[in-house]
């Protein structure tokens, strides 16, 4: 059972930042500004209210596909783990930051509509937590078959 999981739904403040380590490995980074729609009972309007911006970073082909395919003022739902870390300002003050580690990004569809495009495994790694298709050659796997009524799970 997972304690440390959270769900947002926001847009994107900015075309995600895509960058590599040192090792090769890929990282997206996002901001995702969250607003919540409220009644004005004197003027009976609805209005935004802010309720945060939330960095959020992508790993390995995750983030390649992310950096492709959203873009700023996109709806996007992510779902992940809080992560906090600290680190050296350049006063050598110590300063925290509590961002979340992605399991999922993607758009919603509230208000839009998506076109989706399995990609083959790229070079350079695996995933953290699927999204590899393919014997290794680009190539998509082909479909697994469909499971008998009796054998779905839920």
């Not at 870390?85 to 990004?105: H, P």
Request: proline letters at 5%.
């Amino acid at each position: 059972m997972a304690d440390n999981v959270i769900t947002i739904v926001g847009n994107l403040t900015d075309d995600p930042e895509l960058r590599f380590t040192p090792n090769g490995v890929a990282v997206a980074n996002v901001r995702v500004a969250v607003n919540r729609r409220i009644r004005n009972a004197q003027t009976n309007d609805w209005e935004d209210k802010l309720d945060g911006y939330f960095t959020v970073n992508v790993w390995r082909d995750h983030a390649e596909n992310v950096a492709e395919s959203l873009h700023r003022g996109n709806r996007v739902l992510v779902t992940g783990r809080l992560i906090s870390r600290s680190y050296q300002d350049k006063d050598g003050q110590t300063r925290w930051v509590t961002e979340i580690e992605a399991d999922e990004i993607c758009p919603s569809l509230r208000w839009a509509t998506a076109a989706v495009t399995k990609v083959g495994r790229r070079d350079g790694g695996g995933s953290n937590g699927g999204g590899n298709w393919g014997g290794g050659n680009g190539v998509p796997a082909p479909a697994a078959p469909a499971p008998a009524t009796d054998d779905v799970p839920f």
